[in-house]
């Protein structure tokens, strides 16, 4: 015997939600994390910046590691989607990083929070291994240019992967980042990588504003 039941709306009124035959309610992505009431949004773009509030990571961090991140906002929670890389160098190929021999103990991307550190990457020594986090995105390019933009920095050749942490890691939002946390994105650098022409990351999502 069939049971009838209502569903209320917000407003309080009786709304329809259509139901598939194996009975599977059909609802629809909001786009923004539903929770509560309030869904006001900014979107957010900013570089990786170590603690000067420098975004060239070119950097030598053979003997000291040198950090570069997002962090959590004081106010509001942030969710981290993308993260767009840019590593040029006259004569990049995909077995080097930039145009130099592949690292010995490579770039570490990683999440960290209260808990401790979740690894993203253990170790980016060369342009594939960037290219291979990314997914491959985006692809263009043919034979030993595969992958690879011509003069987009100082007119050298460049490497451009775009990491997609939503779809890493399943996360439809991105890596969220909880207001007034230690939460952070960040990627260490562990080798002297200052011969490179250029090297800088930037992070795109959107800050869930406080109510």
């Not at 015997?1 to 917000?10: D, F, H, K, R, T």
């Not at 609802?27 to 603690?51: L, M």
């Not at 920095?153 to 992967?161: C, L, M, Q, S, T």
């Not at 939002?173 to 260490?188: C, D, E, H, N, P």
């Amino acid at each position: 015997m069939a049971i009838q039941v209502s569903l209320i709306g917000g407003h309080g009124d009786q709304t329809n939600v259509n139901v598939s035959p194996d009975g599977r309610a059909y609802v629809q992505e909001a786009g923004v994390p539903p929770y509560g009431t309030h869904n006001e949004t900014r979107v957010y773009r900013d570089y990786f910046e170590n603690s000067l509030g420098s975004n060239d990571m070119r950097v030598d961090g053979s003997v000291t590691n040198q950090d570069f991140y997002i962090k959590a906002d004081q106010e509001n929670d942030r969710y981290i989607k993308t993260v767009s890389l840019v590593i040029a160098d006259d004569g990049a190929k995909l077995s080097k990083f930039g145009a130099i021999t592949a690292l010995t103990n490579g770039v570490q991307m990683f999440y960290e929070d209260e808990s401790g550190i979740v690894e993203i990457h253990e170790g980016l020594k060369t342009n594939w291994d960037l290219v291979r986090l990314a997914g491959g995105q985006p692809a263009f390019g043919t034979g030993a240019d595969v992958f690879k933009g011509k003069d987009i920095e100082g007119k050298v050749d460049a490497y451009i992967p775009v990491i997609n942490l939503s779809e890493v890691f399943g996360l439809t939002y991105g890596i969220r980042l909880k207001a007034k946390s230690t939460q952070q994105i960040v990627f260490r650098i562990r080798d002297n990588i200052t011969a490179i022409d250029s090297f800088n990351a930037i992070a795109y999502g959107f800050d869930r504003l406080k109510e």
